[in-house]
């Protein structure tokens, strides 16, 4: 079994910057991407930012310049940094993990439970 758990979201004004991160653990052989999707009420969900193994990273287009993402290996964990912050930013931030486990023969995809981010005055 593989949890992740996100921390770091709360309540922030326009333009101020939030840390988030997301720790894997659990029976860990190999992670070969991390990222962070985000989902607003009534909308669908999007890409903000991945990274892989080899530390490619991709964003969406509405974060680019603003936001990095960024991964320690050792401690299983991925960050990502939020800049500038919009209220069109708010939403319910998920972290999503392709992780090979010690007790499977493949890789499985991983979800945490999200934090919050709500940006306003």
């Known amino acids: 079994q593989v949890q992740l758990v996100e921390s770091g979201g709360g309540l922030v004004q326009p333009g101020g910057s939030l840390r988030l991160s997301c720790a894997a653990s659990?029976?860990?052989?190999?992670?070969?991407?991390m990222g962070w999707y985000r989902q607003a009420p009534g909308a669908q969900r999007e890409m903000v930012a991945t990274?892989?193994?080899?530390?490619?990273?991709n964003y969406g287009d509405s974060v680019k310049g603003r936001f990095t993402i960024s991964g320690d290996n050792a401690k299983n964990t991925v960050y990502l940094e939020t800049n500038s912050l919009k209220p069109e930013d708010s939403a319910v931030y998920y972290c999503?993990?392709?992780?090979?486990?010690?007790?499977?023969?493949?890789?499985?995809?991983?979800w945490g439970q999200g934090t919050q981010v709500t940006v306003s005055s």
């Open positions: 999503r993990a392709d992780v090979q486990s010690k007790i499977g023969a493949g890789a499985f995809r991983y």
């Open positions: 659990g029976t860990i052989l190999r992670i070969y991407n």
């Open positions: 990274i892989n193994d080899g530390d490619s990273t």
